[in-house]
């Protein structure tokens, strides 16, 4: 069985789910999944996550992401975007500067009304079923957060941006509010996920050469480690004597615990009696988080410290399987 993330490029004409089908079939394993739906008409980086990968899902979903999209002014549809049926249609007449105004007006926290045609549910309904119902319920805003907004092309009526965003944010959504703003309309055109946390596009594969990686018995090679998801974590290593409580996902104790100097930095390990947990209300910060490592420098899950009680406790366990 395969266990960590594959960075998926999604392409066009592909649900996310059936993406993960496909993927499936693959790697002929059934635990699998993905982090983050995308619509059928975008395309870029989907992750999936295989084996005790499945965990992250919480953690991946948690996760910036970044979209390029286009959106063309002067329209209104009931999808937001141009795949679905026209409702309004208006003159453009704003200028580019008054575009950028509206776009950068909605960087920050806000509330966003989720879209009908979403897969998001209400009373255990996806909202897109029910649309095509022709049936419109009243949804409850959700916070969300641009972290940042960049005009990346002005082809009037037609404009490119680039979005860091928080999750549960629909990109949609926010093409159409900024068309509420310049009174004219807008819809979506096109969209790409280009990152997900560290997952980038550039390093993203396809359906087709994930399944010819798998024909040649290299499918690995496109596999993230669950480990490697943590990097920007500072690595610990448990003693022998505490390994059965690191095992059992219990919380560990400052004097149990060392820093583990990685092999591949190229550094000379430091000395364990000052670089011990004892001394750990000078070493670890309230809050901080590691990769925990058994004896053996197998990858075990994530601790955070906690400075009132002075003790490393358990967030995610990746127990080997």
């Known amino acids: 069985m395969y266990h960590g993330v594959i960075n998926v490029y999604k392409e066009s004409g592909y649900t996310s789910h059936d993406v993960v089908a496909r993927l499936r079939g693959i ?36 996760q910036k992401k970044e979209y390029v999209a286009v959106f063309r002014l002067g329209i209104v549809t009931d999808t937001q975007d141009l795949s679905g049926k026209i409702l309004e249609e208006k003159p453009a007449d704003v200028s580019p500067e008054e575009v950028k105004k509206a776009a950068m007006g909605l960087v920050g926290k806000s509330m966003q009304i989720p879209p009908m045609y979403s897969a998001l549910k209400v009373n255990g309904k996806k909202l897109c079923d029910l649309a095509r119902q022709g049936k419109e319920i009243e949804r409850t805003p959700r916070p969300v957060t641009i972290h940042s907004l960049a005009v990346l092309k ?62 040649r018995g290299e499918l690995a090679k496109a596999l993230i480690p669950v ?3 943590f990097a920007s974590m500072p690595p610990l290593q448990v003693t022998e004597e505490a390994f059965k409580a690191l095992r ?63 003790l490393l406790l358990p967030v995610k366990m990746f127990l080997p399987e």
């Open 248 to 310: 059992n996902g219990n919380q560990l104790r400052g004097e149990e615990v060392r820093r583990l100097i990685e092999e591949e930095t190229g550094k000379k390990p430091a000395d364990e009696e000052e670089d011990a947990g004892r001394v750990a209300g000078h070493v670890f910060r309230d809050g901080e988080t590691f990769r925990m490592f058994g004896p053996q420098k197998v990858f075990y899950g994530v601790y955070r410290y906690e400075k009132t009680r002075e």
């Open 227 to 229: 480990e490697r998801m």
């Open 27 to 62: 790697c002929k394993q059934k635990k699998i999944g993905h982090t983050g739906t995308l619509d059928p008409d975008a395309v870029g980086v989907l992750p999936v996550c295989l084996g005790n990968g499945t965990r992250l899902f919480d953690m991946l979903m948690d």
């Open 154 to 215: 002005e082809d009037h009526p037609e404009y490119t941006i680039k979005v860091v965003c928080s999750k549960g944010t629909y990109i949609r959504t926010l093409c159409h509010d900024i068309g509420q703003i310049l009174g004219c309309g807008a819809a979506m055109a096109d969209l790409k996920r280009t990152r997900v946390g560290e997952l980038q596009i550039e390093n993203a594969s396809t359906l087709k050469e994930l399944e010819e990686l798998e024909q």
